[in-house]
């Protein structure tokens, strides 16, 4: 085999694919790792806090607060939370060279997540519009967090094994 006009032996194509095998291996790992702590916290409070702000958004009069606060608080924290999983995105690539990816968790964890989630937050806030009853916010709060920790913990699971 020949590349760039070097001449190499089967033997020595082989550790070269062996060889991209291991640095590809290692990317995986990386990129397996955990969120920062201080991300992984950020994540779940917002996470946490969805249902009770779509709550007082869909709630039939002003719940708490008048419905033009429940908008901005929506809006500041959404904008809050973008601007942190940047700086968190952005960090991890200078330290480690991978970007923080989810594609490299087994499907069997991000499916039933990315199913399940969006019907978990939203489906809390519906519940209390036609009963009126926030235990419904509460319960997906709790939920929608402990959902938010579950997936932090197979993230750091998984990255020990790959590690």
Do not use: C
């Not at 590349?3 to 194509?13: D, I, K, P, Y």
């Not at 937050?121 to 997906?140: C, D, S």
């Amino acid at each position: 085999m020949e590349t760039n006009g070097v001449s190499l032996t089967s033997e020595q194509a082989r550790a070269a694919l062996a060889d991209t095998d291991r640095v590809r291996v290692s990317a995986t790992a990386l990129s397996a790792t955990p969120w920062p702590t201080w991300f992984f916290i950020t994540l779940t409070l917002y996470t946490a806090a969805l249902p009770i702000i779509f709550g007082g958004l869909m709630a039939d009069r002003d719940w708490l607060l008048p419905r033009p606060a429940w908008m901005a608080t929506m809006l500041t924290i959404t904008a809050l939370y973008a601007a942190l999983f940047s700086i968190a995105a952005k960090a991890w690539r200078d330290k480690t060279g991978v970007a923080l990816r989810l594609d490299v968790l087994p499907k069997r964890a991000t499916l039933p997540l990315m199913v399940g989630m969006p019907l978990l937050l939203v489906g809390g806030p519906y519940a209390f519009r036609a009963t009126g009853q926030p235990a419904w916010l509460i319960a997906a709060t709790l939920l929608g967090a402990a959902v938010s920790v579950g997936f932090h913990l197979t993230f750091v699971r998984l990255h020990r094994r790959t590690a």
